[in-house]
């Protein structure tokens, strides 16, 4: 199950890595592909809450029960993922703009891109250097077979459905290294 979550952490990063190079397109003053920014954040926003969201709660309720010296380090954690939301929903509706032709300051909006890599990356980092040691640490088998068991019911054909929805995304990450964060 920890091999499970390792894997979405870098699939995370994938797609981190494709708004990144987006937005270097953007700070060059060249139109980034704006569709695919859109087909980027609604698979983010559709993870979200389809699949990180209860995974998480799951995992923080457990280390509370067993590592609960590590409760400030889960607060924080949860706390900065709930921020990632909004500033990925205002992105959305940016793009949204975008895609429709009105006028939107570009500056501000790289900005607003930037700010959000910025702060996702950082939420990766401290999931990968506090969150999955502890669950390695804390977790037995038992408690990994219930967070395999609490995984949403047809998790599998949804991220199957999710790679048909977006074919240009699937193709663009199938060729993205797994940045370092």
């Given amino acids: 199950m920890l091999n499970q979550l390792r894997l979405d952490h870098a699939n995370m990063a994938r797609m981190l890595h494709v708004l990144q190079l987006k937005h270097k397109t953007l700070a060059n003053g060249e139109r980034p592909d704006f569709q695919l920014m859109r087909e980027v954040v609604d698979y983010i926003l559709s993870y979200m809450d389809g699949f990180a969201t209860p995974l998480e709660r799951i995992c923080v309720e457990r280390l509370k029960t067993q590592a609960p010296e590590h409760l400030p380090l889960m ?31 570009m500056d501000r909006f790289a900005e607003d891109l930037k700010a959000y890599l910025e702060a996702h990356r950082g939420y990766l980092r401290h999931e990968r250097e506090g969150l999955f040691p502890l669950i390695d640490q804390h977790f037995n088998e038992e408690d990994m077979e219930e967070l395999r068991q609490a995984l949403p019911e047809g998790a599998e054909k949804e991220l199957e459905r999710l790679q048909l929805a977006y074919p240009e995304l699937y193709a663009e990450l199938c060729g993205a290294e797994v940045p370092a964060l």
């Fill in 75 to 105: 607060e924080q954690m949860a706390s900065d993922y709930r921020e990632l939301k909004p500033r990925l929903m205002r992105l959305s509706q940016d793009i949204d703009m975008i895609l429709m032709d009105n006028i939107l300051p």
